[in-house]
């Protein structure tokens, strides 16, 4: 849950989310550390939707640890009674080293993490839940990485690059415009998408602009948003397309979805 928290201020009522720069040994890696906190005694369970990055999860909970691939759709947590869990997301690519696999086979997954890490993953995460402060969780949740002895990887590192660029430039909306950056051929990076960012360029151009065009709308408010204007920054055709992108992944038109959850 580290973030592509949908409606962030109605969520802000039901738990606080917290997130910490990653120890600086595993900043090759760790993308940021995220800490959850709830308590709903005495109210409903809250059941929160996120829309996911190109990012593998290591989250760490009362239930045990677990792996969260990327998650291709919208995602839903229900949280309910009083709990606390912490999360290390990691950079696009960052987790290729602590993996024996491509990262695309972890693709709308969860796996006990246990099974990567082995036992000292549940031993890890026991210290995890005894810890009170955040800063106490993370560190044990790092020693569990730093155990691990992954090596650096120069084709992680390019691939978070070539994400970094895709989220930070709008105009960047075409396969053959990022082979050309990255001097790689289409087939090639499309490789290297699926090895080590789990899902394709295209996916990444396409979640970045519905994260955009999502937070653009939680920070405006219903009835605020001029969608012609916002469909033309995010470079999509007209409004149409951007309509049509929205409703097929976050499951509303963008209208419903700035009047708030339902």
Known sequence: MGAGVLHAGAAATRFTL?????PEDLALFV???WVIRWDLRG???HEQQILPHPNVNLAFEASGPAVYGVDRKIFTRRLSGVGKALGIRFRPGG???FSSQPIFSLNDRVVPAARLFGPAAD???TEVMAAVADDEMIAAAAGLLRAFGAAEDPAAEQAAGLVKRITEDPGLQRVAQLAELSGLSERKLQRLFSGY??????WVMRRARLHEAALRVDADGPGSVDWAALAADLGYADQAHLTRDFTATLGVPPSRYAAGPQ
């Open 197 to 202: 960012v789990g899902v394709s360029p295209k």
């Open 123 to 125: 031993e890890a995460c």
């Open 31 to 33: 993308d940021f550390c």
């Open 43 to 45: 109210r409903p369970p």
């Open 18 to 22: 917290n997130r910490y720069p990653p």
């Open 95 to 97: 987790f290729r080293p």
